[in-house]
């Protein structure tokens, strides 16, 4: 009983001093190894988009997926990760799992992820096993090759919200930026793999003769990466569930040890806590009546609340998020179309020839190099990710974040006025910048912002008793990356069919860049 009572203990001091409420209590400094634990996760979902990125078109296309469906596929993803985005992430900092806050939704998505990669890339086969109709199988196949890439690209995206809080959650600030860089390292590398995978012919070797096609070595290599990535991160750093501290902590205790204030209830992503437990604001005032738990988590998760502390949000995030969605906007704008873009403009292919055509053979030879070129974007961004940390002292994250704009904005605009085929790859690696920046620099000001938080807390300078969850922070701005998707899947092609070219595209990525260098210059707050 007194060695049950001591972990009990132990347990209650891990997540006290996790959630950061004692003021001078410090996390363990987190091992390199650990890290690059958590990090995993990032290789192993980015190398699944990469596989992607080289796949999905010619496995729509073999399904003979109408031309005016494409938009629903691209579009119907983002969309619905931009409405449930903060829904889940306001849910898992509610969550009482015995496994953790965040570790429970990460495991989901991850099985989601596998579920979509098995249906687009293995459901034409799985279909012509079981219907012989033509007709019904072509409608089965594209329907099922549809939901498998909605169903993938939804959890893909979705999942970089509870990653991040995860590692905010058992982090100190230090190790945090730590994490950040490793996480945009990893992601650059299991981009580039990736990328290099689906350059591969596999039709023509024994593995691919052996499993039947090459989309389905592409789905053994992806779900076994995928599988031993999250493995990894799931059991890379302890996560102390916040019913540890329910129980351990009496209730009397709550009305001396945090002081709730009742008015602003739905303010901007508030978790009332007692010593990590949650509980009523009523409670507290009313001298610790106890209330059911569930009741109160499902009062504070309605999407009439969530909607009200959205609109609440600090001005400091607001214009965080609107930077990190200008950020996006212009680096999809070039990354969707940068294929296209080097087999018609840079090569001067014609995409609508006939297949045995000279027109088309050049289109494809381009299309192929484009592929080497997104992939010297991802190795470039991995490397870019560790000269962040030599350069963060030195220009501070207002110049990191912008030079990242301007090196893009820049590098667009050059290739887009002067397409060549040297010079072009070799913007690549600016691209690479722009990508290691969106995946750190945000998220670090995030982390900044909570530390500040904290600070001002322990000063007791806060307005309130309530701490923000970093879930839900993650959540927003990570819906940025979708409505990203939404207006770049919704508007471009417009703008391509109106002015007749790709170089649009490309023109249009750079000034949305330039624009967001001046956004972050003079709106996004920096913390010294």
Not at 193 to 199: P, V
Not at 302 to 309: D, E, V
Not at 367 to 390: A, T
Request: glycine share 10%; with cysteine; proline share 4%.
């Amino acid at each position: 009983m007194g060695d049950k009572s001591e972990q009990s203990a132990l347990r209650t001091y891990k997540s006290l001093d996790e959630e950061g409420l004692f003021g001078s209590a410090e996390l363990p400094k987190r091992p390199t190894g650990s890290l690059v634990m958590h990090s995993m996760a990032m290789f192993g979902r980015e190398f699944c988009y990469g596989v992607e990125a080289a796949y999905v078109t010619p496995v729509l296309l073999s399904v003979g997926l109408p031309k005016s469906l494409y938009s629903m596929v691209w579009l119907l993803s983002p969309v619905l990760g931009f409405l449930l985005q903060p829904v889940v992430g306001s849910a898992s900092d509610h969550c009482r799992a015995r496994w953790g806050r965040r570790r429970p939704y990460i495991l989901t998505l991850c099985l989601l992820m596998l579920l979509g990669m098995a249906m687009y890339l293995n459901g034409d086969a799985i279909i012509s096993a079981l219907i012989a109709d033509p007709r019904r199988k072509r409608i089965w196949a594209i329907s099922v090759t549809m939901i498998g890439v909605v169903l993938f690209d939804f959890a893909a995206d979705f999942v970089d919200g509870p990653i991040k809080a995860y590692l905010f959650d058992v982090c100190t600030h230090r190790d945090k930026e730590r994490g950040l860089h490793y996480h945009a390292l990893f992601t650059g590398l299991g981009g580039a793999l990736g990328y290099l995978l689906g350059a591969i012919d596999w039709a023509h070797l024994e593995l691919g003769r052996l499993l039947g096609t090459e989309f389905q070595v592409m789905f053994f290599f992806s779900s076994l990466v995928l599988t031993l990535c999250f493995i990894i991160h799931l059991c890379s750093i302890p996560e102390a569930p916040l019913t540890d501290v329910a129980k351990d902590i009496p209730s009397q205790q709550a009305p001396q040890d945090l002081a709730l204030s009742s008015d602003k209830m739905y303010q901007y992503g508030s978790i009332e806590k007692v010593k990590n437990g949650y509980v009523n604001q009523e409670l507290v005032l009313q001298g610790g009546k106890t209330k059911n738990p569930a009741e109160q988590t499902q009062r504070t998760m309605t999407l009439r609340s969530l909607l009200r502390a959205l609109r609440s949000m600090p001005p400091h995030y607001r214009c965080l998020c609107i930077s990190h969605l200008i950020g996006w906007t212009a680096f999809l704008s070039n990354m969707l179309f940068f294929t296209d873009f080097m087999g018609q403009i840079v090569y001067h292919g014609d995409p609508y020839g006939a297949h045995n055509s000279t027109e088309f053979l050049i289109y494809q030879r381009g299309v192929e190099v484009g592929c080497w070129g997104l992939c010297i974007n991802s190795m470039f961004s991995s490397l870019y990710s560790y000269f962040q940390k030599i350069l963060v002292p030195c220009i501070g994250l207002k110049g990191l974040y912008f030079m990242g704009y301007l090196l893009f904005g820049l590098g667009t605009g050059f290739i887009g006025l002067f397409p060549n085929v040297y010079s072009t790859l070799a913007m690549c690696t600016l691209f690479g910048v722009m990508s290691s920046t969106l995946y750190t620099v945000p998220f670090t000001l995030i982390a900044v912002y909570h530390r500040e938080e904290q600070k001002q807390r322990a000063l007791g300078r806060g307005l309130d008793g309530s701490s923000r969850g970093q879930g839900l922070d993650c959540a927003a701005l990570t819906c940025m990356v979708q409505l990203a998707q939404i207006l770049v899947g919704s508007g471009l092609g417009l703008l391509v069919n109106t002015a007749g070219s790709v170089v649009v595209v490309v023109i249009t990525a750079s000034a949305v860049a330039l624009i967001g260098c001046c956004f972050v210059a003079l709106f996004v707050r920096y913390v010294d």
